[in-house]
């Protein structure tokens, strides 16, 4: 007796399909699984075997062989269950053969319920992509899966389905996704409390109108965790793709809220410094995605920058050039996307009083070139804005007047960010932060005297390659925000003054 189950299996992102062959025969009594399964897949013969006498129904005395193909593929999860019981009853005669556009996908429990499983829009996507007409998953799973625009059921128990599929009773289809924005969003911080800060507010601004790296470099109770904090306020709606993307990251690693599981918020991951490198970039035997891919198409503060391990820092130079991280185990090599925003915040020094206007800094020259010393050059260089916050006057603690709202920035941001849109039309290219090096004349255009100053500042400064390109996007964004195609001098001049606190704060020590 033989049957044939569609299933989808995981590795990362990479969604793939999977037949469930299950052979049943003369022999003694075994339950064979093959086709690479790891340990979890391996157990699923318990839970199966627990499920089905949930439901009244006792493996026979047979030898039972159940491949997963394609067999030189690696299985992981647990979300073959559901598949490898229903290929079992089909070879026992207990269940009629199951069409190809039929997939199945979930974990089976000892007491026959199906539980939630991660990864499902993933494999939901690639469903879709192969023609497939109904698809079932754990109906806690349900409203994900719908995402990917196919007929979808949600599975609550075994005995629910053999019911369904025996046109006994019959599971109701999911219905759409609702989308966040269609939900009552929390309320989040906002700009209107922040007193004073003019510079750095705009320079906020301008960091989240092109998508650019910043570092806040300040006193203790300047305000720079205050204002990381609502920055996610004055970020852009997302792009439907940028949505899917998003979502499908967050399905992986399980974060998904079930009620609302299509993200419409642009991600906002802030990690404590004692956080690892596996768990910043991704990591572990079956590489899962780390913070910066959480935080892909949204925002990565990292707190206290130079109390972060100096070797985990510096993983995140090629991912933040590359846009994209790449994790090799023995099982296999994944890869995760992780464009994002990176906003880093740190004192100058230990104390934290080293160029402070009124107040003696207590740290020796060697103790702050050291503390400076753990940010290195090549990772201060990824920051597009460098930004000195200053301790906020008595003056604009005391002021009565509400400083400006993040909706009303936001509005300059949204308007900034379809410039970019409809200027990089056709292409992959998402915002000016992102511009290819081999590009940037074609999207920088300078006035003659734009090109002078920027000369001059390049000259003056030293500035690397690198520091060169960031200038000409962040001056592109502030142009963006003007109003203006050309980059004109005062653009120039804005961006550049961003990039000298390395000169004040890193060669002053």
Known sequence: ??????????????????????????????????????????????????AMRAVS?????????????????KKIGTMHDLAILLGILAGMERLAPQPDFRYFIGEVSLSGHVRRINGVLPMALLAAQRGARE?????????????????VYGVQNVAQLLAHLQGTRQIPRQPATVSEKDVEEEEAPDFADVK????????????????????????????????????????????????????????????????????????FRAPHHTISGAGLVGGGTI???????????????????????????????????DRRVT?????????????????????????????????KCTCSERQVHQYLNRISGPLLDRFDLHIEVEPVSFDDLSAKAKSECSADIRKRVQTARIRQQERFSGSSISCNAVIPA???????????????????????????AR?????????????????????????IAAAAQFRSLDRKYWSAS
Not at 441 to 459: K, S
């Open 467 to 491: 520091a060169y390109d960031r200038i000409l996007k962040v001056a592109r964004t502030i142009a963006d925000l003007d109003g203006c195609d050309i980059i004109q001098k005062q653009h």
């Open 135 to 151: 698809l079932y998953v754990p109906a806690a799973n349900a409203a994900e899966a719908a995402a990917a625009g196919i007929p």
């Open 1 to 50: 007796m033989f049957a044939q189950i569609k299933s989808l299996g995981l590795f990362g992102l990479n969604a793939f399909p999977v037949d469930v062959e299950v052979s049943i025969s003369r022999g003694s009594p075994q339950f064979e699984i093959v086709g690479l399964p790891d340990a979890s897949v391996r157990e699923s013969r318990e839970r199966i075997r627990s």
């Open 327 to 359: 994790i090799t185990r023995a099982s296999g090599t994944v890869s995760y996307p992780c464009s994002f925003m990176l906003i880093g915040a740190m004192n100058p020094c230990p104390c934290g009083y080293f160029g402070h206007p009124r107040r």
């Open 57 to 73: 129904i006792a493996l026979p005395p047979r030898r039972i062989t159940v491949n997963l193909a394609p067999a030189d593929v």
């Open 438 to 464: 081999g590009r940037l004349q074609e999207f920088c255009p300078l006035q003659d005297n734009a090109a002078v100053l920027l000369r001059a500042v390049f000259d003056k400064l030293g500035l690397s």
């Open 287 to 321: 590489p899962h995605p780390g913070e910066i891919s959480l935080a892909h198409n949204g925002l990565l503060f990292l707190d206290e920058l130079a109390e972060f391990d100096h070797r985990t820092l510096e993983i995140m130079r090629q991912p933040l050039e």
């Open 196 to 267: 004073g800060q003019q510079n750095v507010r705009y320079a906020l601004e301008i960091a989240a109108a092109g998508g650019h790296n910043a570092l806040m470099i300040g006193s203790p109770g300047s305000g720079k965790s205050m204002l990381a904090k609502r920055i996610p306020s004055i970020l852009p709606e997302m792009t439907p793709a940028e949505a899917m993307e998003t979502t499908q990251i967050y399905s992986i690693a399980g974060l998904l809220d079930p009620k609302h599981p299509l993200m419409q918020k642009r991600p």
